[in-house]
Nanobody, 133 residues
Framework: QVQLVEFGGGSVQPAGSLRPSCGVT????????VAWFRQHPGKGREGIAA???????TYARSVQGRFTISKDPAENTLYLQMNNLKPEDTAMYYC???????????????????????????WGQGTQVTVTS
């Protein structure tokens, strides 16, 4: 059974940094499509960064240049380095593991307007990030 657990959210001032992590069990994060999503209050989940199976990285425009996705094969853990945080980055952050559609969602090629993501995707429980002065 695949399980994902996020850690490392928190509260930070504007221009600050955070690095949430996502521990994966039940499969290898290195050979899977994995991604970070976020959800603002009252809004749907937005894909922001993804690894495809071949290691290709995709970012949403909203975080390009500020956020960096990485993974540690030895720890089977996914990370999201977030720099120059802005108040609009305040959201619940989720990691996800699934098929190649994950990358297409982050790239804006595929959308699920009703938030009915594929049942085969696995999600963590989320970690809250708050950016406030």
């Amino acid at each position: 059974q695949v399980q994902l657990v996020e850690f490392g959210g928190g509260s930070v001032q504007p221009a600050g940094s955070l690095r949430p992590s996502c521990g994966v069990t039940g499969t290898s994060a290195s050979t899977s499509c994995v991604a970070w999503f976020r959800q603002h209050p009252g809004k749907g989940r937005e894909g922001i960064a993804a690894f495809s199976r071949d290691g290709t990285i995709t970012y949403a425009r909203s975080v390009q240049g500020r956020f960096t996705i990485s993974k540690d094969p030895a720890e089977n853990t996914l990370y999201l380095q977030m720099n120059n945080l802005k108040p609009e980055d305040t959201a619940m952050y989720y990691c996800a593991l699934g098929d190649t559609t994950l990358t297409m969602v982050v790239a804006g090629i595929v959308a699920y307007p009703d938030q009915k993501f594929p049942a085969a995707w696995s999600w963590g429980q989320g970690t809250q990030v708050t950016v406030t002065s």
